[in-house]
């Protein structure tokens, strides 16, 4: 059953840590993103990739961190230095974005500061 | 920076009304745009999206591009309480190759 699965599903971080989010692929989609839910509010792209060991900042990337080693794979990282990182975070695959090409999301981790 | 706007709603139609959803973008070269409809708590999902000016239909969804307008909206007919969500839209930004999206509208269907 082909998706896109995040983990873990909620997070909490405590003072001065970096936490990884995970994110896997099995719909062997080229491109990979990450995106930032606030309450009441869009997604803003944090990271994007559209092939293996490369990425691009998205319009808030202070902060965070990617890797793209497996096609399969884009963890992100939430450093200490982003002082505000409670909210809903979501992942997303797609073929290469072409004209016809959507974007489908994981089910999203909810990180919390402790 | 490339935009794209919605009104944030709430928008309230009754039970088997049409509800109509617009949204208008910054950006002239987008070549395409996307449909989400986002529960609460739940991530988004794909309704439908459109890349060529006019209407596109889906069942109850139709969605309308004017590219010279630079507007996009989603007709939803015979609304269901269950169509009760948040609808982002989104447009291709074809430079860096990622979808902008709206902050969402939120559709309330009273039954």
Not at chain 2, 43 to 62: A, V
Not at chain 2, 71 to 92: E, H, K
Request: proline share 5%; net charge neutral.
């Amino acid at each position: 059953d082909g998706g896109i699965t995040q983990s873990p599903k909620y997070l909490f971080r405590k003072e001065g840590q970096n936490v990884t989010l995970s994110c896997e692929q099995n719909l062997n989609h080229d491109a990979m993103y990450w995106y930032r839910q606030d309450p009441g509010q869009g997604l803003r792209l944090i990271y994007y990739s559209q092939i293996v060991n490369d990425f691009q900042k998205g319009d808030i990337a202070e902060g965070y961190s990617v890797s793209r080693e497996k096609k399969e794979s884009f963890p992100l990282t939430v450093t200490s230095a982003q002082k505000n990182p409670t909210a809903f975070y979501l992942c997303a695959s797609s073929h290469p974005p072409e004209v016809r090409q959507p974007q489908h999301f994981g089910d999203g981790t909810r990180l919390s500061i402790l | 920076q490339k935009e794209v706007e919605q009104n944030s709603g709430p928008l309230s139609v009754p039970e088997g009304a049409i509800a109509s959803l617009n949204c208008t973008y910054s950006d002239r070269g987008s070549q395409s745009f996307f449909w989400y409809r986002q529960y609460s708590g739940k991530s988004p999902e794909l309704i439908m999206f459109i890349y060529s000016n006019g209407d596109k239909e889906d069942g109850r969804f139709t969605a309308q591009l004017n590219k010279a307008s630079q507007y996009v909206s989603l007709l939803i007919r015979d609304s269901q309480p269950s169509d009760s969500a948040t609808y982002l839209c989104a447009g291709l930004d074809t430079g860096r190759r990622a979808l902008t999206f709206g902050s969402g509208t939120r559709l309330q269907v009273q039954p």
